[in-house]
């Protein structure tokens, strides 16, 4: 147990309607060596009153107290755009419900897919302070048309083949149905699936075997079918490679840049990064991009960083790094000479944060070149020679 503590109380100061002081108060001990404490879960544009009491084993010593106020939320600028509604990709299904997505504090662009054609949605961005929620924006963007229904097919396994559609306006479900191409007169398998699915895999197939895949498009009391899809399963399973020469290139700038050599048989890479406190972030990128920039990253903090192939559903074997981010280097200002005689020459110059030691390089006119190290920010002598 420590010799003494610290006892911190928090009182918000904020005036009540009859004038008189909020007196609430919330009280947290903190242990002999601690020297910064952060408050959290406060209110906020909200003025607090913080006292600090050093504890010894015997006596409390006298208070001292800062006020400080927290700021106003900030508003977050919301601009939407909106593209057709065909997608090859399933994603997130809105409707007429509501769906919330939480994303992460860097995030300034995202993508809503799955959404019905020449559909009018309310789109709102609230910003989350820990368990607090600032003020909303929102704003109202109406989906583009779109024509016929465009089914896709992708063959993920020998065994399994993945279909995908854009929504139907108005659709009450759809239906999708499969069969051997060679076997006509076979009769089909079949599946019926909600009105915001757009997506489906086709499991326990044959290896090396074509298929034929018809999309029923059902609405009250109709149905339209979209012409018959050929698809043919992969013989084998493919083979996926492993990530090779993972390396940082750069790591300046408040950013680190990363570089891989491709694996075989990706169709996309997942990139996880994670910093000294456990915060992950994961992004996947396309088959044919081999490097990757993570911004907005601590100057002096160490990360650690993974990169894995993917090739459909499946995820390769991955390759991971730990790279430490380098702190943005000062130049020397206030440069200046002190004193000169006739074989000396005093200069000083302003001391640079983090700096280690400094090297000083002279020269004479005839080239002769000269340097030496000064560990200590101290005016510098050198005598001519």
């Given at each position: 147990?420590?010799?003494?503590d610290?006892?911190?109380?928090?009182?918000?100061?904020?005036?009540?309607?009859?004038?008189?002081?909020?007196?609430?108060?919330?009280?947290?001990?903190?242990?002999?060596?601690?020297?910064?404490?952060?408050?959290?879960?406060?209110?906020?544009?909200?003025?607090?009153?913080?006292?600090?009491?050093?504890?010894?084993p015997?006596?409390?010593?006298?208070?001292?107290?800062?006020?400080?106020k927290?700021?106003?939320?900030?508003?977050?600028?919301?601009?939407?755009?909106?593209?057709?509604?065909?997608s090859?990709?399933?994603?997130?299904?809105?409707?007429?419900?509501?769906?919330?997505v939480?994303?992460?504090?860097?995030?300034?662009?995202?993508?809503?897919?799955?959404?019905?054609?020449?559909t009018?949605?309310?789109?709102?961005?609230?910003?989350?302070?820990?368990?607090?929620?600032?003020?909303?924006?929102?704003?109202?963007?109406?989906?583009?048309?779109?024509?016929d229904?465009?089914?896709?097919?992708?063959?993920?396994?020998?065994?399994?083949?993945?279909?995908?559609?854009?929504?139907?306006?108005?659709?009450?479900?759809?239906?999708?149905?499969?069969?051997?191409?060679?076997?006509?007169?076979?009769?089909?398998?079949?599946?019926?699936?909600?009105?915001?699915?757009?997506?489906?895999?086709?499991?326990?197939?044959?290896?090396?075997?074509?298929y034929?895949?018809?999309?029923?498009?059902?609405?009250?009391?109709?149905?339209?079918?979209?012409?018959?899809?050929?698809?043919?399963?992969?013989?084998?399973?493919?083979?996926?490679?492993?990530?090779?020469?993972?390396?940082?290139?750069?790591?300046?700038?408040?950013?680190?840049?990363?570089?891989?050599?491709?694996?075989?048989?990706?169709?996309?890479?997942?990139?996880?990064?994670?910093?000294?406190?456990?915060?992950?972030?994961?992004?996947?990128?396309?088959?044919?991009?081999?490097?990757?920039?993570?911004?907005?990253?601590?100057?002096?903090?160490t990360?650690?960083?993974?990169?894995?192939?993917?090739?459909?559903?499946?995820?390769?074997?991955?390759?991971?790094?730990?790279?430490?981010?380098?702190?943005?280097?000062?130049?020397?200002?206030?440069?200046?000479?002190?004193?000169?005689?006739?074989?000396?020459?005093?200069?000083?110059?302003?001391?640079?944060?983090?700096?280690?030691?400094y090297?000083?390089?002279?020269?004479?006119?005839?080239?002769?070149?000269?340097?030496?190290?000064?560990?200590?920010?101290?005016?510098?002598?050198?005598?001519?020679?």
């Amino acid at each position: 147990m420590l010799d003494d503590d610290l006892r911190l109380d928090k009182k918000r100061a904020g005036s009540r309607l009859d004038g008189e002081a909020d007196t609430q108060l919330e009280e947290k001990t903190l242990g002999a060596d601690a020297t910064s404490f952060i408050l959290e879960e406060l209110l906020a544009d909200t003025v607090y009153v913080i006292t600090i009491h050093p504890i010894y084993p015997r006596n409390t010593a006298a208070p001292t107290s800062i006020s400080g106020k927290t700021c106003k939320y900030p508003q977050p600028p919301i601009e939407a755009q909106h593209t057709p509604a065909a997608s090859g990709h399933a994603g997130m299904k809105w409707r007429r419900d509501v769906l919330t997505v939480t994303l992460e504090p860097a995030t300034e662009f995202y993508q809503i897919q799955g959404l019905l054609a020449n559909t009018d949605y309310t789109v709102t961005v609230t910003t989350l302070y820990g368990r607090m929620e600032g003020p909303a924006v929102n704003t109202r963007v109406k989906t583009d048309a779109t024509g016929d229904l465009l089914l896709r097919t992708l063959a993920i396994s020998p065994t399994t083949i993945r279909v995908t559609w854009n929504l139907q306006l108005d659709a009450s479900s759809y239906r999708i149905e499969w069969r051997k191409a060679t076997a006509e007169l076979a009769q089909s398998q079949k599946a019926v699936l909600s009105a915001t699915t757009n997506s489906y895999d086709v499991i326990n197939l044959s290896p090396g075997t074509e298929y034929a895949i018809t999309l029923y498009t059902l609405y009250n009391g109709r149905e339209v079918a979209t012409p018959a899809t050929m698809s043919k399963t992969v013989e084998k399973e493919i083979l996926l490679g492993t990530v090779a020469n993972l390396r940082a290139v750069e790591t300046t700038g408040g950013h680190i840049r990363i570089s891989w050599t491709g694996a075989a048989g990706a169709t996309a890479y997942k990139v996880m990064w994670q910093d000294q406190t456990g915060y992950e972030i994961t992004r996947v990128v396309s088959h044919d991009v081999t490097s990757f920039d993570i911004d907005r990253v601590q100057q002096g903090g160490t990360y650690f960083i993974k990169v894995s192939p993917l090739s459909g559903s499946r995820e390769g074997n991955s390759v991971s790094i730990v790279v430490r981010a380098d702190a943005v280097i000062e130049h020397v200002s206030e440069f200046r000479t002190l004193e000169t005689r006739n074989n000396l020459i005093r200069i000083t110059w302003r001391r640079v944060p983090q700096a280690t030691a400094y090297k000083v390089t002279w020269k004479r006119a005839d080239g002769a070149e000269s340097s030496r190290v000064q560990i200590r920010c101290t005016p510098l002598a050198f005598r001519q020679w």
